[in-house]
Structure formats: structure tokens, C-alpha cells
């Protein structure tokens, strides 16, 4: 079976992570990525990541984690035989995806107004900090300076310990996530009425988008500020990661019924009348009350005792993994979620990536090569796009590509 993408061309311009996460969404899902990068340096994230013997090869770890299955095209947009280059791709191009800061594309001569006269069906996707537009919009930053702008900081960690950033770049994942589905809706509609479309797509935007579901309605409708709460869950008790026998445990009780099974679960059903405790409303109150006397019974087992014995009850509740631990769990493997690289040509070793977060009936979303060296497909997608080798060799003298 194709995959939803199948036929799609992305010109990809983008380098570190947001950008590059979207269209490594969209190659899983099948669509031609031509990633488009400065000669002799490519992409910041060739020399990032944990191995730095994978940086000097201009394979970091960092840029391995959203490139596998693109093509990487060397190509100097400041050489005029490089802009001839980049014009003729855009003719049988689909998308155009880059981070640039804002009003640099233009300065190219390579803004949305500008392509789309020469392709009216394009959907040219901008990925920038703080959006096209706005009294921020020119200003550099990194998902960290967003975490701290969207209020994600403020939050995280304990009142003792906030404000911290989270542990991992979540404004540049949620970014990127937002402009895969912008592009996918744009390209469902360009079936239907044959436009193109402009997206601007802003990290801080996206990032207080996701918070919208409780944070912010929280603040707008219920004139709740906020506030750094560490593991506890406002919204219900008990509701937070507690101390075992041996461990910590997860335990999330939204509902009554998960409670009075807890209650069951650790040998206290009088809990379940206690006037302390007894509706949902008064637990939240006296979360403190409930935390000890929930933590006193939990002594008695481990975090995984308590956590299979949970489970048969139907109460959520789980142990807290590293990502070593989660990442050789038996689910993850059933999931088929890593996709394993034998002997990557370049670097001489294995290599692994994530695929997409979903499933579809019609076939794993996936992709079939692992990350490029730098430069690899200029030949291959030249020729292509029509250019003879003796052509091509020319383009490589002028220092275009």
C-alpha cells in the first residue's frame, strides 16, 4: 500500500530541529524530502549531540534524529547559478518548508509572493520563533527561550525549584508537529480547490496552543493563575508520583471509582467514607492529608508490586522510567517504533531512529534509508530536475553547489 504522502515533493531548507522534525514526519508518511543545505557546512545539527566523533564525520546524533530518509542537496542560494538551481526545483516542487528568521527569504528573492508566481499551487511552510509578524517576530531564539516565553518554565518543577525547563526541547517538537499538520490540511485542500498556501507557523504560538487544553482555559474561564505544583496534579487527588516500598509511583485517580478501588488495593476501604476524603472536591483539599496516608500504606510493596496489583484493579498507575528502561520495554518493541539502520555507509555503525507516534491499517509509516552524509544526492536530484553531468560539473566549479 502507498503511504498518504506518496508523491509528495518537500523542499526542505530547515536545519537543527523544528523545522527538520516536520519533514521527517513527512517522509514516514512517504513524501520526496530535499534537504537543501549550505556547501561545505550543512545543517547546525551535523555537529551536534552526545558523540562527538559522530559530529566531526558531520553525522551528529542530534542530526541523525529527524533526517533518515531524505535526500541532502548542497546548494549555495547566494550564487546566482545556486538561485537559478533552487527555481527550477520549486517548479515541480509541492512544499516549501524553512526556519529562517523572518524577511530573510525575501531578501533572496525567495518569499511565498515570489515562488508562488512561478508555482501557484505551492504551500510554503515558515517555522520561526515568535511568527512572521509581530513586535517579536525579529528576534533569534531557541526552544529554551521559548519554554521560558510561552510560561511553560513558570510551571515546571516545584514552588521551590521553579521556574525549569523541561527535560526535554518540547516548544521545538510541538512546533514541528504543528507544521506537518498544517502542511498535511493545506495539501487536503489543494486536492480540493488547486491553491496553494502560506503558513506561518510560531514556536511560541504553537507551544501555548498545546497548553491550551487546562492552563490557559484554566486562567481565561476560571480565573485560576498558574501556578509551579512539581508532581502533583491539580485536578484531582490523589494524583501525583508517590513514594514506595522501593521506587516512586505514578498514580492518577480522576475518577471516584478509581479511587475506591484504590482504597481496596491497599487495604483501607474506610477510607472511601472518611469525611476527609470522600468526594472528589474535599480529596483535592486535603491532598496533603491524602499523600500521607497513602505513602504510609504504599511501604508495604515496591513500586512494581504496586504497580502490577494497580493495573488488575483497573486503578492508572505506573512506575517512572529512564528512557534506557522505556526504550527496551517489551511495548515499545511490540509498537515497532525504532526503526534500526545496519552499518550506516559514512559512519560505520548501526544506527537508530523514532518512527511516527501512530499506526495506520494500510501500512507502518516509515522511511527506507537512514540520514544522509552531506551532499550525497546534489548528482541524483539534479539530474532530475533535468541537468546534465557536464552541466552539473559546471554548477560545482562556479560554486554553486
Not at 189 to 212: H, P
Not at 227 to 255: F, H, K, M, Q
Not at 273 to 302: C, H, W
Request: glycine residues 10%; hydrophobic residues 40%.
Amino acid at each position: 500500500m502507498s503511504l498518504p504522502l506518496d508523491g509528495v515533493r518537500v523542499i526542505d531548507l530547515t536545519n537543527v530541529l523544528a523545522g527538520p522534525l516536520a519533514s521527517y514526519q513527512m517522509a514516514m508518511l512517504g513524501a520526496e524530502v530535499i534537504k537543501i543545505e549550505v556547501p561545505g557546512v550543512g545543517d547546525l545539527a551535523r555537529k551536534m549531540g552526545g558523540d562527538p566523533k559522530l559530529g566531526k564525520m558531520g553525522m551528529g546524533a542530534s542530526y541523525c534524529a529527524a533526517n533518515a530518509g531524505k535526500k541532502s542537496l548542497t546548494l549555495n542560494l547566494k550564487n546566482k547559478r545556486g538561485k537559478e538551481v533552487f527555481l527550477r526545483l520549486i517548479k515541480n516542487a509541492d512544499v516549501v518548508l524553512e526556519n529562517f528568521r523572518p524577511g530573510t527569504m525575501k531578501k533572496l528573492g525567495f518569499d511565498y509572493d515570489s515562488l508562488k508566481k512561478i508555482n501557484q499551487t505551492l504551500i510554503y511552510c515558515a517555522v520561526s520563533g515568535f511568527g512572521q509578524s509581530g513586535p517579536l517576530s525579529q528576534r533569534p531564539t531557541y526552544d529554551q527561550i521559548i519554554q521560558g516565553f510561552c510560561g511553560l518554565m513558570s510551571l515546571t518543577g516545584n514552588p521551590e525549584t521553579a521556574p525549569m525547563r523541561a527535560g526535554y526541547v518540547v516548544c521545538d517538537t510541538t512546533a514541528a508537529i504543528t507544521a506537518a499538520f498544517a502542511v498535511c490540511a493545506a495539501l487536503y485542500r489543494r486536492e480540493k480547490s488547486g491553491t496553494g498556501e502560506m503558513i506561518d507557523v510560531s514556536m511560541l504560538d504553537s507551544s501555548l496552543a498545546s497548553m491550551a487544553s487546562w492552563t490557559v482555559s484554566n486562567y481565561f474561564n476560571a480565573n485560576q493563575i498558574p501556578v509551579p505544583r512539581g508532581n502533583e496534579n491539580p485536578t484531582a487527588s490523589p494524583s501525583g508520583t508517590y513514594r514506595t516500598g522501593d521506587g516512586l509511583l505514578n498514580i492518577v485517580n480522576n475518577e471516584d471509582k478509581h479511587f475506591e478501588r484504590l482504597c481496596e488495593v491497599i487495604g483501607m476501604p474506610e477510607l472511601k467514607t472518611d469525611p476527609r476524603f470522600e468526594e472528589r472536591n474535599i480529596r483535592i483539599k486535603n491532598r496533603e492529608q491524602m499523600r500521607a496516608v497513602l505513602e504510609q500504606a504504599l511501604q508495604a510493596k515496591s513500586a512494581t508490586e504496586w504497580e502490577r496489583l494497580f493495573d488488575e484493579a483497573g486503578v492508572p498507575a505506573g512506575r517512572i522510567f529512564t528512557i534506557p528502561e522505556i526504550l527496551a520495554h517489551p511495548q515499545i518493541e511490540s509498537r515497532k517504533l525504532i526503526k534500526r539502520f545496519k552499518n550506516v555507509d559514512g559512519i560505520g555503525r548501526d544506527l537508530s531512529v523514532p518512527r511516527v507516534g501512530f499506526h495506520l491499517a494500510s501500512g507502518q509509516p516509515d522511511v527506507a534509508t537512514p540520514p544522509p552524509r552531506l551532499g550525497q544526492d546534489t548528482d541524483a536530484v539534479l539530474a532530475g530536475a533535468g541537468y546534465s553531468a557536464s552541466e552539473i560539473e559546471e554548477l560545482r566549479t562556479q560554486g554553486a553547489i
